[in-house]
């Protein structure tokens, strides 16, 4: 799950402009909003050039000196957001990413440019990024570094402003907490099939299909983040699921899932009428639906909405 590190030696203008993706990719794990981790990108960039020029020349590796500033960055915003959060409306749920998007700090959707992607594994499934949610900033801050990106503890250390010894704790701790979590463990097929299966269910209203892919706990969560309506705890068990699903489509009949990457992993764009007003992910364990996410807020659908704006209703790119 290591992200191979950017270009460490002798770096020039471009190099600095190349290592924007990594950063973006840094915050995104970190933060969980694209837009978030596009204001951190900038502040570094910000904080870089704002530097003199002796300063600058003293940073030995100006590349990894901008990965730990936006690392405290974001450690910084992880305490503040525990409190903004604790006001949210609801569910907060990580901003889903879809494959090929182009982000700005705009909040749109544009031509696919590599050094604005984000770059999908199993580190941004939603399941892992709700996960991260549970954990202290300061483990998040050393798991992602160290386990995702690979830094060693001695650079970490800085960044947290403890002893390598330490940030290696956190990182066992973090671990520790996401091994307690119940991971999906189906391939990308079977994954599939079943969002396909779900999908057809729900749109023909068969309550019985429906219930058979769902797992007797299984949980939706929906984020409407106060915008829009949405349920404002998380709904349990297969039968209570399953009737929510089909009667959100009895209401709006209109509305249909296209299947569609998020998170790198399968899932649905939901339209209206061609436009996406919810993302859907899910997580499947031994051939059932355990955990579904669905994201409402508009605020956090930019890659979607986008999309359909520029591009239509179709697949992405």
Known sequence: MTTPPGPAQ??????????RRRLLNVGYRMLGSVQDAEDVVQETYARWYAL????????EVPLAWMTR??????LDQLASARVRRERYIGEWLPEPVRHGARWTSAG?????????????????S????????????????????????GLPFTEIAETVGRTPAACRQLASSARRRLADRQPGNSTVQEHRRLLSAFRQACETGDLDALVT??????????????????ALRPVVGRDKVARLFLGLMRKEPEMEFVEDEVNGTPGAAVRIGGTTIAVLALEVHDGLITQLWLVVNPDKLHAWTG????????PPA
């Open 10 to 19: 002798d770096p020039t203008f471009g190099d600095l402009i190349a290592e």
């Open 52 to 59: 003199p020029e002796e300063g600058q020349r003293a940073i």
């Open 69 to 74: 500033v936006a690392s405290r960055i974001c």
């Open 108 to 124: 749109g959707a544009g031509a696919d440019d590599p050094a604005d992607r984000i770059t999908l594994d199993e580190s941004v």
């Open 126 to 149: 939603m399941g892992m990024l709700v996960v991260l949610e549970s954990i202290t900033p300061a483990e998040r801050v050393a798991f992602v570094l160290h386990d995702v990106f």
């Open 213 to 230: 892919l769902l797992d007797p706990d299984v949980e939706s969560h929906s984020d409407g983040g106060g915008k829009v309506r949405a």
């Open 307 to 314: 999309h359909d704006t520029a591009a239509g209703a179709g």
